[in-house]
């Protein structure tokens, strides 16, 4: 049950916990060798977050440092087959190099830290250096911005399910997280996905995709990293927006209950959810109104307000959807009383432009660099509610979908 | 599989109720002691337990002039909710006149869960959806259902099955209150009892509390149509150091943060064994740290009470039975609900009107009772 610290053999499968207690009766684990439960002395004690870790400062100040007004994170953690396919949009080959040099555009572009608090970067990343020596992790401190480190290893096909996925990488975790600290980083990121269609989410996604996520986010404070907790309901289908609204409520139902059971403190956390949308191919396209509206409702019903910020994914909208929608959340009523920053942790709405303009070649570099700033300054507006005027994007209306890549 | 909300024809009504119950500058009166309860405290003020007698305490606490401004709800037993004044006015219409809601308690008590020694469920599923029809028809808008659990940690207490049964009661319960049209309170009442510290208190709480939310949105209960109504954080009554107001505030806002979702419009907590001036006292400070504009203290629901003991005991103490002292126990209690509508809004001052002399109102009934006791039916 509950607050377990050190598990027993009767209580978890490996590395999975079963949890019962959403349901009323007892639920037998696949390998069936959850026994009778003999009461364990509970270790409530050692549940106190304040008292058992010595990172809990810390990592409650970097939550609150990233997640304030008028800031939001920039997500440039893509691994290198997903980057490689970015390049290629451009002509560049899938080489280290060239990921050093498009990276270095963003990080070093002016002014980036007025808007970014957070950059979260792919393991290749974090340990690269600017063409003339600098470390990039010195280049975002400099700027004012967390270095933040994507600690999953892509998804896996769950077996007996209808192309759903689970997020590998909890093995060796304590260990990886330990050595990024070193390097720098004070964030972490883990991207758990679920699609809806018929019969899906299923429940063995939900239960696995949370109850991984809870465990990384455990992990990552214990090795003082901020966890930032992404349950990403695709966009993907034809499906309506209630639709979506219900099962994003389930997913963030569960992954609170699973951060609960594993004792992560919730003010120490970020979350990065989707936006409620209707599913892509649904033949009417929505209203900002309505998405900021059903994003509001979804996320005062779900999201205690211990937690200091919602960071919300692009996960394909359009840069200006991804802007104008989270203007309006911040500015519809009932925003008022929403207890956690309700801010961004966009990749493709500030890079895919920004990649494209620079095309690769030198000359353009200043010219990306300057549209980046103003792409992270339109969503920094946004945040406060005060964006207004044209998108500086000039690919504002294309929504940017990529498929889901499995390792 | 649905994907709206099948609430019924009283969604909007029960958002607007809800409001009104945790509107600034109120709170709510628990005055639904069952009969064996109230009995219990009216044989120890040397009354007997009678029709009569119940009813007219009852009409102490509810006829006081301008209850209306400091109360915007209070909880009636099922005898009470069919009785009249004196003179032959139906306490329904009493309180709805003043503008206060009339809610009910649709539980049917504690009973010991099997296999579980020292903890309980609560009864009382069969036949709900028909009563709470028949309440709403009587004139209630509200209903409360009354779960408890213990914490001991050496014992390992409370249990996973305890938490699940409670959590998925409430929710069963909320569930059907809504569908008639009460708005429900959900009550996971951790009791007072324990050698336990603070700290203790609010990790229970907040795991108790995010399992009973998972079960409510299992059941789609539209959150925004419910009450929460909790313990404060406090340490076991045995735990042998004082805690200041403060230590409190600070505890219970950090935990409620946790694990109550902004959805929800207000927490009214219990006062479940703190004597009238500590809950008036810790429900203020509790307001005065809630205004901060520091981002760790947001609190988007209303803080406030839902007060049994708190808002009764000294009437009953002023009372005592007697023709000449109805009219001060009336005052008493006008005065006990103003202390905490101040307390609500951060702006109470002394002196308490209590006129008790008790550190605390602790009952050893309110919770888990040997099976064993003939007395034990609740």
Redesign the interface.
């Known amino acids: 049950?509950?607050?377990f610290v050190g598990s027993s053999v009767s209580v978890f499968v490996g590395d999975r916990s079963v949890l019962?207690?959403?349901?009323?009766g007892r639920r037998v684990s696949e390998s069936g060798r959850r026994a009778v439960?003999t009461?364990?002395?509970?270790t409530?004690?050692a549940?106190?977050f304040e008292?058992s870790n010595p990172y809990a400062d810390e990592l409650?100040a970097t939550a609150?440092y990233i997640s304030q007004r008028g800031r939001g994170i920039l997500a440039s953690d893509e691994s290198n087959s997903t980057t490689g396919k970015r390049l290629a949009i451009v002509d560049l080959e899938n080489e280290e190099v060239n990921r050093r040099d498009w990276r270095e555009l963003l990080y070093t572009a002016p002014d980036l830290g007025k808007y970014i608090s957070g950059a979260i970067m792919f393991e290749e990343t974090l340990y690269q250096k600017a063409a003339d020596g600098t470390p990039f992790v010195d280049i975002l401190k400099d700027q004012g911005i967390f270095p933040g480190i994507k600690v999953d290893t892509g998804l896996t096909a769950l077996p007996r399910t209808d192309a759903e996925t689970a997020t590998t990488g909890l093995d060796g975790l304590p260990d990886r997280c330990a050595a990024y600290y070193k390097q720098g980083a004070r964030f972490a990121k883990w991207r758990a996905v679920l699609r809806i269609g018929d019969g899906c989410p299923s429940d063995a996604a939900i239960i696995e995709n949370c109850h991984a996520l809870a465990r990384y986010a455990q992990i990552s404070q214990a090795a003082g990293l901020v966890p930032i907790v992404e349950p990403e309901v695709l966009l993907d289908g034809d499906h309506?927006i209630?639709?979506t609204?219900?099962e994003t409520?389930?997913v963030l139902?569960?992954t609170?209950?699973f951060l609960?059971?594993y004792?992560v403190c919730?003010?120490a956390i970020l979350l990065k959810p989707n936006m409620i949308n209707p599913g892509g191919d649904y033949p009417t396209p929505p209203t900002p109104q309505d998405v900021a509206s059903y994003t509001l409702?979804t996320?005062?019903?779900?999201?205690?307000?211990?937690v200091?910020g919602i960071h919300f994914l692009s996960g394909g909208m359009s840069d200006a959807e991804a802007t104008e929608n989270l203007n309006l959340l911040n500015t519809i009523e009932g925003s008022e009383?929403?207890?956690w920053s309700l801010t961004f942790s966009y990749g493709r709405a500030l890079q895919i432009a920004v990649l494209k303009t620079w095309s690769g070649k030198p000359e353009n570099k200043e010219k990306a660099q300057t549209l980046l700033t103003a792409l992270a300054r339109a969503n920094s507006q946004a945040q406060l509610g005060k964006f207004e005027g044209e998108h500086p994007s000039p690919e504002a209306k294309t929504r940017n979908w990529q498929p889901l890549r499995l390792v | 599989m649905y994907f709206g909300r099948a609430i019924g024809p009283y969604e909007s009504e029960l958002v607007a109720n809800a409001q009104l119950l945790s509107k600034s500058g109120g709170g709510i009166l628990a005055s639904d002691e069952s009969t064996g309860t109230i009995g219990k405290r009216l044989v120890s003020a040397g009354l007997e337990n009678t029709e009569t007698t119940r009813r007219d305490f009852r009409e102490l606490l509810y006829t006081g002039e301008e209850l209306g401004k400091y109360l915007n709800g209070v909880i009636l037993f099922h005898e009470t909710l069919y009785q009249s004044t004196r003179r032959g006015e139906r306490f329904v219409d009493v309180l709805t006149k003043q503008g206060i809601l009339v809610g009910i308690k649709v539980d049917k008590g504690l009973k010991p869960l099997p296999k579980h020694p020292e903890e309980t469920y609560t009864e009382g599923l069969d036949g709900l959806e028909d009563r709470c029809k028949e309440y709403y028809k009587q004139g209630a808008r509200f209903a409360k259902w009354r779960t408890t659990l213990k914490i001991d940690v050496g014992k390992s207490l409370p249990s996973e099955a305890c938490i699940a049964v409670n959590a998925a009661g409430l929710a069963d319960y909320a569930s059907i209150a809504q569908k008639s049209g009460l708005v429900p309170i959900v009550e996971p009442e951790i009791l007072i009892d324990g050698t336990h510290g603070v700290d203790i208190s609010a990790v229970v709480a907040e795991h108790v509390i995010s399992a009973v939310y998972e079960q409510l949105r299992v059941r789609q209960v539209l959150l925004e149509g419910t009450l929460l109504k909790p313990m404060m954080i406090l340490p076991g009554s045995s735990w042998p150091e004082k805690v200041s107001p403060e230590l409190v505030a600070a505890v219970t806002i950090k935990a409620m943060r946790r694990c109550v979702p902004a959805a929800v419009p207000g927490i009214m907590f219990l006062s479940g064994g703190m004597s009238e001036e500590q809950a008036t006292v810790n429900l203020n400070t509790i307001n005065i740290l809630a205004k901060s504009d520091e981002k760790e203290l947001i609190c988007p629901w209303s803080l406030s009470f839902s007060y049994g003991r708190a808002l009764q005991s000294s009437v009953l103490g002023t009372w005592g039975g007697k023709e000449e002292t109805r009219e001060d126990a009336r005052t008493v209690a006008v005065s006990l609900a103003r202390a905490n509508s101040l307390a609500q809004q951060g702006l109470y001052e002394g002196p308490h009107p209590t006129t008790l002399q008790v550190s605390n109102l602790i009952e050893g009934f309110r919770g888990w009772r040997d099976p064993a006791d003939p007395d034990h039916k609740i």
């Open positions: 049950m509950a607050a019962s207690c959403s349901r009323a439960v009461p364990v002395k509970m409530y004690a549940g106190i008292k409650k609150r309506d209630d639709r609204a219900y409520e389930k139902s569960y609170f209950r609960n059971e004792d919730l003010d409702r996320m005062l019903r779900g999201v205690p307000g211990a200091p009383r929403a207890p």
